[in-house]
């Protein structure tokens, strides 16, 4: 699949993010921590290191997390290319 960047981010345990869009068309991998992930339509769903996010929330209300727990958030970006195709299938969470 084609990528345009990938780069590393940590942010410390008790970390939050009030709402905002994605920056680009990007997976988010997460390698330690967990969040509460929320959408504009009040979805709520756990990021934890098994899960990988494709997002694509790049206009409109965007989303908010905060760290659940005393880990650090490590993540990964990997930022799509332009019409990139994602083949995979999607598993959304209750």
Do not use: N
Not at 26 to 52: A, N, Y
């Amino acid at each position: 699949m084609d990528v345009v960047s990938m780069s590393l981010q940590q942010t410390d345990s008790g970390g939050s993010f009030d709402w905002h869009t994605a920056p680009a068309r990007q997976f988010v991998i997460t390698l330690s921590g967990t969040l509460d992930f929320v959408t504009r339509e009040d979805k709520h769903f756990t990021l934890d290191p098994s899960i990988l996010l494709l997002a694509e929330d790049t206009a409109g209300g965007g989303h908010s997390w905060r760290l659940l727990d005393q880990e650090p958030w490590r993540r990964v970006y990997v930022v799509l290319a332009p019409g990139a195709d994602v083949r995979f299938t999607a598993e959304v969470q209750a």
